[in-house]
């Protein structure tokens, strides 16, 4: 399967897609996106590793900030925090530059190591997207978490890279059918930054003892 660039799909959707379907389809087909501190914080991270959209060499590396990515087979396009290039035998070969080079991506994340994968797997998608832009292999890439300060090497196996194809792949049935999942409430709710558009009866909402208890007094009366 081959996609058209209009219908790529955002990679940094994919985080949103794991932790809510609904979210997801908020953010990326009906566009309410609310702000809060998370996602500010996010976007300050952000904005830094994307501050300096160039490329510097030192000892065989090259790094470049802001790559934009995309894959055709994937239907996902993105830009990558970091990319590192490091001289070697084998690996991409880079306009401009003699020789050949081993391509690593790096992504920042705010905070520390999540529950689940969702930033291994949109790093695993950016690299995709530079495997079929470089026709290379690239075998690993980096989290860097700015709350502990460490880079988390992340190996891009076969069954990360059959599980990227696949939400790639549901993410564009959700697009295709465009229907707004119902709302689900659950405990992730509390740090979602849609929660008022998309429960805006939350606040109201009784709890579930001043429920039970209003029943009670309605069936002893
Ligand atoms: S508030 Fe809850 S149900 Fe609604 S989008 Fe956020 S996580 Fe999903």
Redesign the pocket.
């Given at each position: 399967m081959s996609w058209r660039e209009d219908e790529y799909l955002m990679i940094s959707g994919i985080q949103h897609f794991l932790?809510?379907r609904?979210?997801w389809t908020?953010i990326h087909i009906e566009q309410q996106w609310a702000e809060n501190r998370l996602t500010a914080e996010g976007e300050v991270i952000h904005k830094n590793a994307h501050r300096d959209d160039f490329v510097e060499k030192r000892r065989g590396l090259l790094v470049t900030r802001g790559l934009r990515v995309s894959s055709a087979e994937l239907g996902m396009t993105g830009q990558c925090d970091v990319v590192e290039f490091q001289q070697s035998e084998d690996g991409a070969i880079l306009h401009g530059h003699r020789g050949r080079w081993q391509v690593r991506p790096v992504e920042y994340k705010r905070g520390k190591d999540k529950d689940d994968h969702s930033d291994m797997l949109q790093l695993c998608c950016e690299a995709m997207c530079l495997e079929s832009m470089l026709a290379c292999r690239i075998s690993a890439g980096d989290l860097f978490y700015h709350e502990i300060r460490r880079r988390r090497e992340i190996l891009f196996s076969e069954e990360l890279r059959k599980e990227v194809s696949a939400i790639a792949e549901e993410m564009h049935e959700y697009f295709r059918r465009g229907k707004t999942p119902k709302?689900?409430?659950?405990k992730?709710?509390q740090s979602?930054s849609?929660?008022e558009t998309?429960?805006p009866k939350l606040g109201r909402m009784p709890s579930v003892s001043s429920y039970l208890n209003r029943m009670m007094e309605e069936t002893l009366s």
């Amino acid at each position: 399967m081959s996609w058209r660039e209009d219908e790529y799909l955002m990679i940094s959707g994919i985080q949103h897609f794991l932790f809510c379907r609904r979210q997801w389809t908020l953010i990326h087909i009906e566009q309410q996106w609310a702000e809060n501190r998370l996602t500010a914080e996010g976007e300050v991270i952000h904005k830094n590793a994307h501050r300096d959209d160039f490329v510097e060499k030192r000892r065989g590396l090259l790094v470049t900030r802001g790559l934009r990515v995309s894959s055709a087979e994937l239907g996902m396009t993105g830009q990558c925090d970091v990319v590192e290039f490091q001289q070697s035998e084998d690996g991409a070969i880079l306009h401009g530059h003699r020789g050949r080079w081993q391509v690593r991506p790096v992504e920042y994340k705010r905070g520390k190591d999540k529950d689940d994968h969702s930033d291994m797997l949109q790093l695993c998608c950016e690299a995709m997207c530079l495997e079929s832009m470089l026709a290379c292999r690239i075998s690993a890439g980096d989290l860097f978490y700015h709350e502990i300060r460490r880079r988390r090497e992340i190996l891009f196996s076969e069954e990360l890279r059959k599980e990227v194809s696949a939400i790639a792949e549901e993410m564009h049935e959700y697009f295709r059918r465009g229907k707004t999942p119902k709302a689900k409430p659950s405990k992730k709710c509390q740090s979602c930054s849609l929660r008022e558009t998309c429960l805006p009866k939350l606040g109201r909402m009784p709890s579930v003892s001043s429920y039970l208890n209003r029943m009670m007094e309605e069936t002893l009366s």
